[in-house]
């Protein structure tokens, strides 16, 4: 792929806490996620910008921001991921990184390497309802990538988008239990589903989760 790179958001304050960071959205993902808000970018081929356009705008951008994120899309299917951050890494800038979890030795290696300050990981479903909701059976994957990220230092959070007509009080109850299983000691965050287009038809939400029927000790906060 030429062009990897759907597209560059100059400047963000929300996605990366505490730093003036630029997100970078990578083409293409291996996952079908019904209710995602990115369908144009999961399903584009290619993207608007080539890894030579991404350092241009860096190297324009050093002093000015801190931090970059690496989403899409699914980041980590960009083949060159590892050399691609160390690149980023010398430029002086903080790695985030957005993942659904299903490569879990490139996340080992990216970990390994140190070139990755902080991981976003989404929790998509419990094991009973991953395929359901990603339409892919990656569960194990994503399990390996979830151990992995729990048992390294790396700064990290587990986070999981909502829509109540696919996700309820019991699968989070299980999501949070199962954190709490692997030893996941951190806030687990629950984003709001905001109505907008999706890959597939989805149905209006009507209301929020109940968080009084969520049963479990693990810290929720809801973003």
Known sequence: MSKPIYDITPLTMLDYPEH???IIWFAGCSMRCSYCYNPKIVLAKSGLKSIADLFTFLKKRQG????????GGECT???DILNLCIQIQKLGYKIKIDTNGANPQIIQKLIDKNVVDFIALDYKAPEYKFKQITNVNHFNKFSQSLDIIIQSKTCFEVRTTVHNALLNEKDITAIANDLIKRNYTNTYYLQKFVQTKTLQPTPIQKKWLDLNKINTNLKIEIR
Do not use: F
């Open 20 to 22: 003036l960071a630029t």
């Open 64 to 71: 000015l921001l801190d931090a970059v994120v690496l989403s």
């Open 77 to 79: 299917d960009y083949h």
